[in-house]
Structures are given as C-alpha cells and as structure tokens.
C-alpha cells in the first residue's frame, strides 16, 4: 500500500519538476527575447552579428526562419544546451527540472519557428499541442509581430506571456533600467514621437499581414459556427 502511494507520489514529483522546467525555459526565452528586443545592439561584437542581428532582423522579415537550414535554426540553442549540460553534470544539478529545461531550451527555437509555419508544414502533434497552449500558437505569436514587439516575448508556450504582460513586468524593469541604469530601451520601440511610433507599428502590422496571407486567409474563410438554441 506504501509502496504504490511511494510510486505515485513521486511520479508526481517528477511530473511537477519536468513541467517546471518547461516554463522555466519558456520564461527565459522570453527574458532573452525581451533583452534582445529592447538592448540588443547589432554592433556588439560577436553577440551583434551572430544572436542580436538575426532576433532583430526576424521583425522585419519573419518567414525568413522557416527557409533556413536545421543547423542555422537550432545549432546555438544546441551548443547552449550542451555547456549548461556539462555544468549541471560538474555541479551535480542533474534531475527531472534540470533536464526538462535543458530539453526544451534545445527545442525552443524550433518551437519558435513551427508558430510560423503554415498548418501543412507543422507535425501532427505539433498543431494538437499548439491549439492547448502548450506549444507556442501561431496567433499568440502574432501579437508579438503585431503589437510593436514590445508583448509576448515567450517563444516556448502560451502560458506565462498574458500574465507577464497584464503585469507590465517589462515595462517595469525597463522604467527600472532607465531610472537607475540610465539606460534606454532601443530607439526601435520607444524613444521615438507618438505619431512616428504609431506608423512604424501600422507598417509593421501591414508587412507581417502580407507575409502571412495564409493565415489571414484561413481566419477570413473559416466557418462561422453555428448557434445552437436549446
Ligand atoms: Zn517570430
Ligand atoms: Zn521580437
């Protein structure tokens, strides 16, 4: 009888640490992603050309993702994984939290990119997980595109991005940053007059819809549900 409730208590254990670990990675792509966004200088050396560039040149011709090979999506996020692997094993920080979050930062750019892709191209299982949640959605990452890019940084699941927004914790550190740190968000987003932001934002909107005719199609033709009175 111990044994059994022994089993199932730490199969629950192990369930509550891997999902941890997901939203885990899920917060810190979305705390780079911000960083990126926002700081990210593309003349930094290294970081500039290599990590920064390629996140913000992403707003500008996001599709651009879904052509490039495996190796170019995946490689850094692999070679990141592997260096905290070898960490963790050095430090002895190896348990179900820690390898979930190591498994799914590997993923999260692919994870990233399959919210791009058109429903054909993305697996099965991959399109059932989105449509929950717990996958990055391609509608959910739309407002990312479509907002300024200044919401919906996570770029894991859809969970924790509404609750990091409707809190303003962004917009909290970066008043924090600018305040203490002297340090201003990127001219990209902010620092520029309303009207100016507000055309900047229109363009953006008026590009991404153009790359992604496909889903605005699918929204446009889809079948209005019928009402079913009782
Ligand atoms: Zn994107
Ligand atoms: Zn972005």
């Given amino acids: 009888m111990f044994d059994h409730m022994d089993i199932i208590l730490s199969a629950a254990i192990i369930a509550a640490q891997i999902g941890l670990g997901v939203l885990f990675a899920d917060l810190m792509s979305g ?40 190796w170019s999506r995946n490689g850094p996020n692999l070679a990141l994984s592997a260096a905290f692997l070898v960490v963790f094993l050095i430090l002895g920080w190896i348990n179900a939290f820690t390898l979930s979050a190591l498994a799914t930062g590997v993923f999260a750019s692919e994870i990233h990119v399959w919210s791009h892709k058109p429903k054909r191209k993305r697996p099965p299982l991959v399109h059932w997980l989105q449509r929950r949640g717990v996958l990055l959605s391609p509608k959910e990452h739309w407002q990312h595109h479509t907002h300024a890019h200044n919401t919906r940084y996570c770029t894991v699941t859809n969970l924790l991005n509404p609750a990091l927004d409707r809190l303003r914790i962004f917009r909290l550190v970066e008043g924090f940053v600018e305040g203490f740190g002297r340090r201003k968000p990127r ?44």
């Fill in 187 to 230: 001219d990209e987003i902010m620092g520029i007059g309303p009207l100016a932001r507000g055309r900047r934002i229109m363009s953006r909107a008026r590009r991404f819809v153009a790359a992604h005719a496909w889903q605005v199609r699918r929204m446009v033709t889809a079948p209005v549900p019928k009402l079913a009175l009782a």
């Fill in 31 to 70: 705390i780079v992603h911000w960083y990126i966004d926002t700081y990210g200088d593309p003349k930094t050396p290294i970081l500039g050309k290599h990590v920064y560039w390629p996140t913000i040149n992403h707003h500008a011709q996001p599709l651009d993702c879904t052509r490039a090979s495996f």
